[in-house]
């Protein structure tokens, strides 16, 4: 069975977000590195220690939103911000930008799957993913075939 769902184009504001909160998820322990300087008030009882790891966290942020930000601007990922339709079997994932021009993702290039409560996340890498929301699809059916294969694949539980 092919899965083929509408087209969709992912939003450049959804992927940042998206990604910015993937990436704390993924690194919640740098923020256990900014309380410890703000212990750092204990040893010597200073308002700077405060500031400078909530000032360092907040750099560490803004790093992020400019990596996530500068992806969507570059020309080599403008196909990933397109207007694309999806053909999905246990096989494959096939991106079509039209019916002459498509990319193929392999199964084994995706790291992890996520089902939030409106779409399927496919984590190909920390910046890169595939956000299949749930009305791209054309039945449930289509849904629970998916969510089947990624089952099978071991990629959600």
């Not at 069975?1 to 992927?15: D, V």
């Not at 920390?126 to 071991?154: C, G, M, V, W």
Request: with cysteine.
């Amino acid at each position: 069975m092919i899965i083929k769902t509408k087209k969709y184009q992912l939003e450049t504001g959804t992927y940042i977000k998206m990604g910015l909160v993937s990436i704390l998820k993924e690194q919640w322990w740098v923020i256990l590195i900014a309380l410890a300087i703000c212990c750092g008030y204990f040893w010597i009882p200073s308002i700077w220690w405060i500031i400078g790891a909530l000032i360092a966290y907040g750099l560490y942020v803004l790093f992020w939103a400019i990596q996530f930000t500068g992806v969507t601007q570059m020309e080599q990922n403008k196909p990933i911000f397109q207007k694309m339709g999806y053909e999905i079997d246990s096989r494959q994932i096939l991106m079509k930008i039209n019916t002459r021009e498509g990319m193929p993702v392999q199964w084994n290039m995706i790291k992890k799957a996520e089902m939030t409560k409106d779409a399927f996340v496919l984590y190909l890498s920390k910046a890169q993913f595939i956000h299949l929301p749930y009305r791209i699809f054309n039945s449930d059916n289509e849904k629970k075939f998916l969510e089947t294969i990624l089952k099978r694949k071991e990629l959600i539980k």
